[in-house]
T-cell receptor
Framework: DAGITQSPRHKVTETGTPVTLRCHQTENHRYMYWYRQDPGHGLRLIHY???????DKGEVSDGYSVSRSKTEDFLLTLESATSSQTSVYFC????????????FGEGSWLTVV | QKEVEQDPGPLSVPEGAIVSLNCTYSNSAFQYFMWYRQYSRKGPELLMYTYSSGNKEDGRFTAQVDKSSKYISLFIRDSQPSDSATYLCAMKPGSTDKLIFGTGTRLQVFP
């Protein structure tokens, strides 16, 4: 298994509160990604990073921000959680640009009530 | 219309059957094609990765790409109950960072 640890694995939070999900990797891969997975939509890219302090938006980035201060850590923050952000969040890593081989973490289940 | 279409299933087959899983796509720029397997409440696991057209075989799994028809397939031979999972196709053009996923097909293999 790729060395990816997501935390927390499960969280219930209230609408309007900020939430931070953490992804930690031990593979020293340069590229890191945050996806969300919802029924009927599949996996959708939120944000990705191609190096320390280098990030870019994916297709569903509104309401989310990211930070990467170290190679091994990629944080996803929901600035003010809404019920539409209830989802499963997956972190992924890739050694190469373009991500031909992307490896996923185990997921973080977030419920916004 | 979604860029990648995948039948959600479920597809239910007896142990030992040959399984065919498929995706269609609309973007002719897609060049890299992947299949992921996802067990319940787990992260997706990369099964196969193919560049451009043609076939690729790995054990009981064969990935097939037909770019002229914009159609990809994953075949599983001698299916096992442990193959029961959701199978996701994914694809992207060139060397971009943005994989586009299908919604997944749920496969059930019964003994």
């Amino acid at each position: 298994d790729a060395g990816i640890t997501q935390s927390p694995r499960h969280k219930v939070t209230e609408t309007g509160t900020p939430v931070t999900l953490r992804c930690h990797q031990t593979e020293n891969h340069r590229y890191m990604y945050w996806y969300r997975q919802d029924p009927g939509h599949g996996l959708r890219l939120i944000h990705y990073s191609y190096g320390v302090k280098d990030t870019d938006k994916g297709e569903v980035s509104d309401g989310y921000s990211v930070s990467r201060s170290k190679t091994e850590d990629f944080l996803l923050t929901l600035e003010s959680a809404t019920s539409s952000q209830t989802s499963v969040y997956f972190c992924a890593i890739s050694e190469t640009q373009g991500g031909n081989t992307i490896y996923f973490g185990e997921g973080s289940w977030l419920t916004v009530v | 219309q979604k860029e990648v279409e995948q039948d959600p299933g479920p597809l239910s087959v007896p142990e030992g059957a040959i399984v065919s899983l498929n995706c269609t796509y609309s973007n002719s720029a897609f060049q890299y094609f992947m299949w992921y397997r996802q067990y319940s409440r787990k992260g997706p696991e990369l099964l196969m990765y193919t560049y451009s057209s043609g076939n690729k075989e790995d054990g009981r799994f064969t990935a097939q790409v037909d770019k002229s028809s914009k159609y990809i397939s994953l075949f599983i031979r001698d299916s096992q109950p442990s193959d029961s999972a959701t199978y996701l196709c994914a694809m992207k053009p060139g060397s971009t960072d943005k994989l586009i996923f299908g919604t997944g097909t749920r496969l059930q293999v019964f003994p």
